[in-house]
């Protein structure tokens, strides 16, 4: 009877330790779970709606007639370009700051419309300037002295707004995120990754390559990255590569900005005159200006480009499709410009807004990010609220993440963390121990018994 009842505990004792095992173990992996980033999700704008007194919903109110552009000033605040006083009286009573000019919107928007019609000219650009309310025609070295001279022609003819200026250099698309792209085209950089919610793709500058371009990861054609699916350009400048994988794996909201380090993107919005910028190429690596115009047009070589951001952030070759963006939040990919990092030089994006609009894709964030947003993106994207408060000189990349592409630690850093264990692996070990117990305790009674037997026969 006594034996009975020790076989009984013994048997109950290793079913509670298999018990053990199987529970520690459950709550050492939900420890470890719990731990790992929640991976990514999509968001097609910034979700921000734009204050009532921020620059663009001031201009969507007052209209193009009485308003001439938006920008923000050195001390971080809006400034709206007003036509008449009771504009200027609203703009006020909103928050921001008025500033009197003699050309509205409607009238900058007509001289562009002209420099358009006129004959093309490679080698030229224009934009509007809100600041000084004039368009600003910029010609490079390649532009002939009567081609300048035709132009010049037009520009008197539209009126003293128009200011001419000769620039240093050549206009030229930056061919050959930043990590590199190759293809027997050239090379390019990475800009943005996107989805339609089906596959993933790289959006990138539409003059990298045409529909059907093939690119890898490295000189040797081994590591195939995708093919481009899209193509934009000249007109615009964007291009989707659909991931060969049909994904783009984690980090996939990681942009690199050289030496190992990366920028986690959280949204995406239109850019602002004023506005303090960051562009990483696989060339010339993370560089920084402001953003000087918008609704540029240039006449490139290949083509003319138009609706495209002006900044004073250099490029180089090989920097093309490469990403723009400030505080995290995705602005743009790299077009083309004149100058180098050496000199310095004006740079080109294409609006990522437009180009996402246009592509029907998603901007693919954290999915805390996302979250954040709120899910109910801006019927009409326009700058995100936080650029009429932040001075240009203020602000940042964004927050910093492994360029490698992987948020976040291993499965096995995360089991293996103190942190994480706890009274998992307390429960684990109790169990061990109670199992091992019972196995000698087990031995030992049979070793006994086998003395007993053995005494008893040779007695």
């Not at 009532?52 to 009485?66: C, D, N, Q």
């Not at 326009?382 to 932040?390: K, L, Q, R």
Request: some cysteine; proline content about 4%.
């Amino acid at each position: 009877m006594r034996h009975a009842r020790r076989r009984i505990v013994r048997r109950v004792t290793r079913l509670a330790a298999v018990g053990g095992l199987l529970v520690g173990g459950a709550m050492v992996t939900q420890a470890a779970m719990a731990s790992e980033p929640s991976g990514t999700s999509a968001v097609p704008f910034a979700a921000a709606d734009s204050a009532s007194g921020t620059g663009a919903s001031l201009i969507s109110r007052l209209g193009t007639a009485r308003t001439a552009g938006t920008w923000i000033d050195s001390a971080g605040r809006t400034v709206v370009a007003v036509t008449d006083e009771k504009a200027a009286a609203q703009v006020e009573r909103a928050g921001a700051k008025a500033k009197m000019v003699g050309h509205s919107m409607n009238e900058l928007k007509a001289a562009t419309r002209t420099l358009r019609a006129a004959p093309r000219v490679a080698g030229t650009a224009w934009v509007m300037d809100y600041r000084t309310n004039r368009i600003v025609v910029q010609a490079d070295s390649t532009v002939s002295a009567s081609d300048w001279s035709s132009m010049t022609k037009v520009a008197s003819g539209i009126g003293g707004f128009v200011q001419m200026q000769r620039t240093q250099g050549r206009f030229t698309t930056r061919l050959n995120g930043a990590q590199p792209i190759l293809s027997t085209g050239g090379r390019c950089s990475a800009g943005f990754n996107v989805t339609n919610g089906q596959s993933d793709f790289i959006l990138t500058a539409g003059h990298c390559g045409p529909k059907g371009s093939t690119w890898f990861a490295d000189n040797q054609g081994n590591q195939q990255l995708g093919t481009t699916v899209q193509s934009n350009f000249p007109g615009n400048d964007f291009s989707l590569v659909q991931y060969a994988s049909g994904s783009a794996g984690q980090g996939a909201d990681i942009v690199a900005i050289g030496n190992g380090n990366g920028v986690r993107i959280t949204g995406v919005a239109d850019a602002a005159v004023g506005q303090r910028v960051f562009r990483s190429g696989s060339t010339s690596g993370l560089h920084d200006g402001e953003v000087k115009g918008l609704d540029a047009t240039v006449n490139y070589p290949e083509g003319t480009v138009t609706g495209l951001i002006e900044t004073n952030v250099c490029a180089e070759p090989g920097d093309s499709g490469g990403p723009l963006f400030s505080d995290g939040i995705a602005l743009g990919v790299t077009s083309g410009g004149s100058g180098d990092c050496t000199t310095g030089g004006t740079t080109f994006f294409q609006p990522l807004t437009k180009a996402m609009q246009a592509l029907g894709v998603q901007l693919i964030v954290s999915k805390q990010a996302a979250a954040g947003q709120g899910g109910s993106p801006t019927p009409a994207p326009s700058a995100s609220s936080m650029h009429s408060s932040i001075a240009p000189g203020a602000a940042s990349p964004g927050s910093s993440a492994p360029a490698t592409g992987v948020a976040g630690e291993t499965l096995l850093a995360r089991l293996t963390d103190p942190q994480n264990i706890g009274p998992g692996m307390l429960v684990v070990g109790g169990s061990l121990i109670a199992l091992v117990a019972t196995r000698y305790f087990r031995e030992e009674q049979d070793r006994k018994a086998y003395r007993r037997y053995y005494s008893a026969t040779w007695s």
